[in-house]
């Protein structure tokens, strides 16, 4: 099982960018995707999940300017961020907890994507 990130980029303060974090592999099903991101000499912090049913959660810091969806028909999830501010300048990483097949059962594990790097500045 693999997490494939992609859309990061530089960016002016005010714009836009998505995130996609596509899953692939041998995939039985999967529980949360999100996004985490950390920002040089910071912790890693969650900035937004989504359940297969759809419930979200975001990051105070985020509220209101990102939002995240999933197509589960294609096991991608995408952040969708918006009036991003220097303070969004981070690596971002996908992450999702994925049951996928291992031999004769079927083994919950959480997966972490290759980070994409994301800067806003003018």
């Known amino acids: 099982v693999q997490l494939q990130a992609s859309g990061g980029g530089l960016v002016q303060p005010g714009g836009s960018l998505r995130l996609s974090c596509a899953a692939s592999?041998?995939?039985?099903?999967?529980?949360?995707m999100g996004w985490y991101r950390q920002a040089p000499g910071k912790q890693r912090e969650l900035v937004a999940a989504?359940?297969?049913?759809?419930?979200?959660n975001f990051a105070d810091s985020v509220k209101g300017r990102f939002t995240i969806s999933r197509d589960n028909a294609k096991n991608t999830a995408y952040l969708q961020m918006n009036s991003l501010e220097p303070d969004d300048t981070a690596v971002y990483y996908c992450?999702?907890?994925?049951?996928?097949?291992?031999?004769?059962?079927?083994?919950?594990?959480?997966?972490w994507g290759q980070g994409t790097q994301v800067t806003v500045s003018s």
């Open positions: 989504i359940t297969g049913g759809g419930s979200t």
């Open positions: 592999g041998n995939i039985f099903s999967i529980d949360y």
């Open positions: 992450n999702a907890k994925i049951s996928y097949y291992c031999s004769d059962a079927v083994c919950p594990t959480e997966f």
